[in-house]
């Protein structure tokens, strides 16, 4: 029976996780005494200030195969990072990470599992044909997401529709390559990721899931934009010729930036 380790970032989640550790281990669990997959879900708690780490232990308390670990360090991909180092220690063939808001179901989770197929890794698409987003997302949104997509497609010749979607799955000898060269750790962690799959010559299936928009988002777009913006245009100078200027392009202010960006 083969296993999956499925990595949730948790930063100041008492809102919204709860639901999460109680769906995501019921699912897995009946799979698991089908004898069809085993698996362990591995909560990052990072920097949370609220009453995350309370309800997680809650609930490795109530399932054995949910486990935690504690940062003080913020950011999803700082987070995201350290459940990859933590789920390598694991007997684990599949290693994936998804949101701790239930924006994708474990049901969902699970249809990465089955159609990773003979690929190196599977990310879930909420733009391609097949996908199902509910309730229907703003015009600003869908917006914001296509020049933001856009821009990537442009900077690094990707074939994705959707590189943000918070559900991912890889195979394990896929994360024992590219962890190495993991470097980006907040806004364009998802894109530093693929990246590294493409350099590895590691292949990437885009698939259509079901998302649900949930309450007390954490994005503001306005302030995310830019920023999300920004760190696609340094990580893109990173893996450039140019990548020398790196640190002339960090000193420079905020404002000037983004002027030079638009």
Known sequence: MKKITIIIPAHNEEKRIDNTLNEYPLFFKDLKNKKILNFSILVVINNSQDRTEEIVKKYSKKFKEVKYINLKPGGKGFAVIEGFKEALKEDSEMIGFVDADMATDPKSFFDLIENIEDYDAIIASRYIKGAKVYPKQSF?????????????????LFPYNDTQCGAKLFKKESIEKILPDLTITKWAFDVDLIYCLKKN??????HPTNWSDKAYSKINLKRAGPLMALAIIRLRILNSPFKNFIKLYDKMPEFMKMHHRL
Do not use: G
């Open 140 to 156: 600003q949104r869908i917006f914001v997401s296509r020049i933001f997509n856009f821009l990537i497609r442009i900077l690094f």
């Open 201 to 206: 010559r590691l292949s990437v299936k885009e």
